[in-house]
């Protein structure tokens, strides 16, 4: 059921009330052109969660339906500032990492936070995520490289910039499970900022990039492994979507994988024992709906974890839950399921491969999300260095 409905029990905010709306766009008939207020107000708490293309029996996709309303209210007009600021986040991200420390520094201020709020349409009660010291590509590219079977990790704007730890147990575990990992010559981004605030020529451009960068390991049949879950749901549906003319997005789309998929597709390996881990797992929106996350499930339980998946989304869904005047929701939605489980789970791991989930755990939990490739490191016995 869509989180925004759970939240607010409003008929609007339901997908039945929300293809209504689109329905009489289309037909002209009540509602008339992609700039009108009953559009906006229909697909304003529309998380772009993509839960309804999995579980609704239309399976309709209401977050690719309000991409393209939203390219078709904005294009060639001027954007709300959280379109430039959140939906440019891997533009910015590249340019605070020549100084992170700098970057840190002001955006860590009061007063030049609240300014970068205020001016990039972000809610003043959000903290601003702070960069790594060290990106995960400048980590990456001092390190020797390691013999195996070849697999290409995809590098996503937040493993690389925010959280580096990831793409490093990521690395530890495809190692130690005898992978020689790869990553693409120069930085490329999936598009999916620019997706989810409609800006989709600009989500076609970064796209036609990442074509261009995977192409060697297209041609030589190297999977290719992501670990952001919504990054690699673009991989594994968008592209295709978004691209229809180029053979390359479906050839991405087949040999994308997560590091669940890959690990327990290959019959050689052998999980670390979990056995004694109790966890409260929850699994990204994009992952359910897209990949699902049934071998996730399956990897954990034949590694003896003992874990308990949440039910809906963590509430902040990418820029969502950060843009002015959907705090609120974005809360309530987490109570919904998330929160509550949480704070029964007590001393348990929790797990969350997406970067909005960690971050919303940890804004309104005081909690620290765990990603899959990081248990599974912290589990190996002679983790490599």
């Known amino acids: 059921m869509c989180p925004s409905f759970l939240a607010t029990r409003d008929e609007k905010d339901s997908t039945r009330g929300r293809a209504r709306v689109l329905q009489e766009l289309a037909n002209g008939t009540l509602v008339k052109g992609f700039r009108s207020a009953e559009v906006a107000e229909a697909l304003d708490l529309c998380l772009s969660c993509k839960g309804c293309a999995a579980d609704c029996p239309a399976g309709v996709d209401m977050g690719t339906y309000k991409a393209e309303v939203l390219y078709q209210r904005y294009r060639r007009r001027l954007r709300p500032p959280a379109h430039y600021a959140l939906g440019w986040l891997p533009r910015w991200a590249a340019l605070a990492s020549r100084a992170p420390g700098l970057a840190n520094t002001a955006l860590g201020h009061p007063r030049l936070a609240a300014a970068a709020k205020r001016l990039g349409g972000i809610d003043a009660r959000r903290p601003l995520p702070r960069f790594a010291a060290r990106s995960f590509r400048a980590w990456f590219a001092r390190r020797p490289a390691r013999a195996g079977t070849p697999v290409l990790l995809w590098v996503d704007t937040f493993t690389d910039h925010f959280t580096p730890e990831v793409g490093r147990a990521a690395v530890r575990v495809l190692e130690a499970a005898g992978y020689s990992v790869q990553v693409t010559r120069q930085p490329v981004c999936c598009g999916l900022t620019w997706i989810s605030t409609g800006q989709l020529d600009g989500a076609r451009r970064q796209l036609r990039r990442t074509l261009h960068a995977l192409d060697p390991a297209l041609r030589a049949g190297t999977p290719v492994v992501g670990l952001e879950p919504s990054c690699t749901a673009v991989l594994r549906g968008d592209i295709a979507e978004l691209l229809p003319a180029d053979p390359r997005a479906r050839e991405v789309r087949a040999a ?130």
């Open 256 to 385: 994308t994988r997560t590091l669940a998929e890959l690990l327990a597709g290959d019959a050689q390996w052998a999980p670390p024992d979990l056995s004694g881990v109790r966890a409260v797992a929850q699994p990204h929106c994009h992952h359910h709906a897209v990949m699902g996350w049934h071998t996730d499930s399956a990897l954990l339980a034949r590694a003896g974890a003992d874990v308990t998946a949440v039910g809906g989304c963590c509430g902040l869904a990418g820029n969502f839950g950060v843009e002015r005047g959907h705090y609120e929701v974005s809360r309530a939605v987490a109570e919904t399921a998330l929160l509550p489980a949480v704070r029964a789970a007590g001393d348990a791991v929790v797990l969350a491969d997406g970067f909005s989930c960690r971050t919303q755990l940890d804004q309104l939990a005081g909690v620290s999300g765990t990603h899959l490739a990081q248990l599974l490191a912290s589990r190996l016995e002679n983790p490599p260095t």
